[in-house]
């Protein structure tokens, strides 16, 4: 009786339960375009590298600086999601930035969506922001600075969870580009 309670639990998990695994998604490309390519780099720190402590709970809390290349003609907003997929729980959402004006090529470290054109998302510990790197204890956790190019501007409600943002997105990249950190207490 019990293997087949623990059985269900776990199949009902895997396929529909948002609460067992929050964000992660992947938005679809905007119909008929190929996906292009954003290079995503940081002078906070090296992609591949270790997170410095400023951008993570044990600092300051700050985002880092985050530069990307030109985006592909036609985008019309950028959007920034920080995620550790190496969560407990599947998929942690740190950061959900959207809206963000189509020329920017740098975000400032520690700096307001808002001076830029920006929304906040809210973000997994359920506030809107960024909140940076806080795994366990003892466990080396990589993160991801995501960058999407968007055929438009999303048109959600105020603070928006990160998968309203990922349904608002879909059918709307043109281009996406990552940088990963890691970071371990």
Known sequence: MMKGYAFALLLFCSTSCNACRSGGGQP???????????????????????????YTCDGADK??????SAPPAGTQS???IAEDPDAPGGTFTHWVAYNLRSDL??????GDPGSVGGVM???????????????PRRELHHYFFRVFALSGVLDVKPTPTREVVD???????????????VFSH
């Open 28 to 54: 679809a490309p905007a119909p008929g375009v190929t996906l292009a390519s954003l290079t995503v780099t940081s002078s906070s720190f090296p992609s591949n590298g270790a997170i410095p402590v400023d």
């Open 63 to 68: 985002s880092p600086e985050i530069t990307l």
């Open 78 to 80: 950028l959007a920034i």
């Open 105 to 110: 090529r740098m975000f400032p470290e520690g």
């Open 121 to 135: 998302g809210v973000n997994d510990f359920s506030r809107p922001g960024y909140s940076g790197p806080c795994p």
């Open 167 to 181: 349904a608002a997105m879909n059918g709307r990249v043109l281009a996406e580009g990552a940088l990963m950190g």
